[in-house]
């Protein structure tokens, strides 16, 4: 009963501020919105059973390292929003042109990948609502989901979806804060009764746990969007948004995985699993279900469309021959269709992982092409950075898996 009123009472607390007009008039936060919608959307609902299931009462440092590992990436990337993206203008370097491009095409795959992600997500906690948990029937309504997309986006009707993102930002952390404040204040109290259970363990071996971990990038991608709004925003201001946004989703992440750690089982049903942090999280109040779906159905959809957008308008400007926009989307719904027929949720996450992953290290590589090119001899530090980053971009591509693979 307290769980829920703080519950409660929290959300709405944080939706007073989220949704404040001013607020949302603010051209910083609506540039850091952009990036923050895409990385705390889906990766906050999956994140806790998949890490308890690869590392026990460690899930929380498994989160940290995540964390860090986009922290890295986004480095290579601002670094190119501010040292690459002038040379771009100028038509200095064709081998940071073709880095460009290359990129290009690679982000678009991960679009699609994530479209059906995001979207096989929205359907499996939509069904979860009505009580139903069948793998088929959410492909099903995944597929009519994205073939109507689809449709909207060959005539044109699905850009104004986009502008639902603001809102739903705001509420999303709102319900999303009502949960941690809920489950803050639920494991005080196990704490103070001496009940806390902090020794769960991991039902995998170390080096499975490296490569669960290495294939969930996806739960902490989303911040690359910010490389792309420079028809709205200047450099800094992208550069500066992009790390708030990172950093206030690490707190809300690291904040959420430790709280939830002692309600952690292990398990991830082989139906369901995708949806079980909802039983997980139901001996912290009666409303968490209704919350959890709320943030689900919210985030989905939106970041949906926007991937697709992005995705669309990617393989239509990097396309050889440039595709219509109206058949990228197209190319787009039948890809995304098809990987969501391919294989389950957990595969669909290390898809999208790698395939964010394979963008973020041809970043990597741009960042220090710039380097060299710029023939800068105090920067050899960051060079070994972005080595480092390109190195273990490799790594999640050769050794990441799905955690029920």
């Known amino acids: 009963m307290i769980g829920d009123i703080i519950l409660i009472v ?21 540039a850091t919105v952009t990036p923050l919608a895409s990385i705390i959307g889906s990766g906050f609902l999956v994140a806790g059973p998949i890490l308890g299931h690869a590392a026990g009462h460690w899930a929380f440092l498994g989160m940290a390292g995540l964390c860090a590992v986009s922290w890295v990436f986004g480095l290579a990337i601002r670094e190119n929003i501010r040292r690459a993206e002038p040379m771009l203008a100028d038509n200095e370097s064709n081998i940071v042109d073709w880095m460009d491009w290359a990129a290009s095409l690679a982000l678009a795959f991960a679009y699609f990948v994530s479209v ?31 073939a109507t997309l689809g449709v909207l986006g060959l005539f044109g009707g699905l850009r104004w979806l986009e502008h639902v993102e603001l809102g739903s930002v705001g509420v999303k952390l709102a319900l999303i804060g009502g949960i941690i404040a809920a489950l803050l204040w639920t494991d005080a109290s196990h704490l103070a009764a001496g009940t806390l259970d902090l020794t769960k363990t991991a039902n995998v071996d170390g080096f499975e746990s490296v490569r669960i971990l290495l294939g969930l990038v996806i ?24 790390r708030n946004a990172q950093l206030i989703a690490f707190g809300i992440y690291i904040a959420f995985i430790g709280l939830l750690t002692p309600w952690l089982d292990g398990r991830l049903p ?49 396309a050889p021959k440039r595709v219509p926009v109206g058949i990228a989307y197209v190319v787009c719904a039948v890809a995304s269709i ?24 041809i970043q990597a590589v741009t960042a220090i092409t710039v380097e060299i090119v710029a023939r800068d001899t ?22 990441g898996k799905s955690a029920e693979g």
């Open 219 to 242: 739960l902490v991608q989303g911040f690359e969007t910010s490389r792309y709004l420079g028809d709205s925003y200047d450099r800094e201001t992208r550069v500066r948004t992009m």
């Open 10 to 30: 929290a959300a709405i607390g944080i939706a007073l501020v989220t949704l404040n007009p001013r607020l949302l008039r603010s051209a910083m936060w609506r």
């Open 338 to 361: 098809a990987i969501v027929w391919s294989t389950d949720i957990f595969g669909v996450i290390v898809w999208a992982s790698k395939a964010f992953v394979l963008y973020y290290g």
């Open 116 to 146: 059906a992600y995001y979207l096989d997500l929205l359907s499996a906690f939509a069904l979860k609502g009505l009580g139903i948990v069948d793998a088929d029937i959410g492909r099903i309504l995944t597929t009519a989901i994205i």
């Open 378 to 399: 105090t920067r050899w530090g960051r060079v070994a950075l972005f080595t480092a980053a390109a190195l273990l971009a490799v790594a999640v591509l050769i050794l």
């Open 270 to 318: 082989p139906q369901g699993g995708e949806t079980h942090i909802i039983e997980l999280l139901r001996p912290v109040g009666a409303f968490i279900p209704a919350f959890v779906i709320g943030a689900a159905l919210m985030s989905q959809l939106s970041a949906a469309v926007a991937d697709m957008n992005g995705g669309s308008g990617l393989l239509h400007g990097a």
